[in-house]
């Protein structure tokens, strides 16, 4: 079993920043790719951003320039670090990994006030 949990999302004002962060834990011995997606309400859920296990990035490009992913020193934890946020981020944030199967976290909402 593999466990995800996230943290950091909340209010702030358009223009501001804010930091996620996804913890895993359980049989996480291989993972492949740690990548966060969001989902507003009434859309697809969108992936955002993708981390590799060799520390190559991707980015949708809603957030290229705004949006960084990272990977924690002991890889069991990814990051978005969040600038210049915008009305239209507003969404709840997953993570997810994939370790043969892909996983995911509870989700945390992020709401940008204009």
């Given amino acids: 079993q593999v466990q995800l949990v996230e943290s950091g999302g909340g209010l702030v004002q358009a223009g501001g920043s804010l930091t996620?962060?996804?913890a895993a834990s359980g049989r996480i011995f291989s993972i492949t790719r740690m990548s966060w997606y969001?989902?507003?309400p009434g859309k697809q859920r969108e992936l955002v951003a993708t981390i590799t296990s060799?520390?190559?990035t991707t980015y949708a490009d809603?957030?290229?320039g705004r949006f960084t992913i990272s990977r924690g020193s002991a890889k069991?934890?990814?990051y978005?670090?969040?600038n210049s946020l915008k009305p239209e981020d507003t969404a709840v944030y997953y993570c997810s990994v994939v370790i043969v199967s892909l996983y995911w976290g509870q989700g945390t909402q992020v709401t940008v006030s204009s």
Avoid: H, N, P, W
Wanted: glycine share 12%; charged share 15%; hydrophobic share 35%.
């Fill in 20 to 22: 996620l962060s996804c």
């Fill in 38 to 40: 969001r989902q507003a």
């Fill in 54 to 56: 060799g520390g190559s």
């Fill in 62 to 64: 809603s957030v290229k």
């Fill in 76 to 78: 069991d934890t990814v």
């Fill in 80 to 82: 978005l670090q969040m």
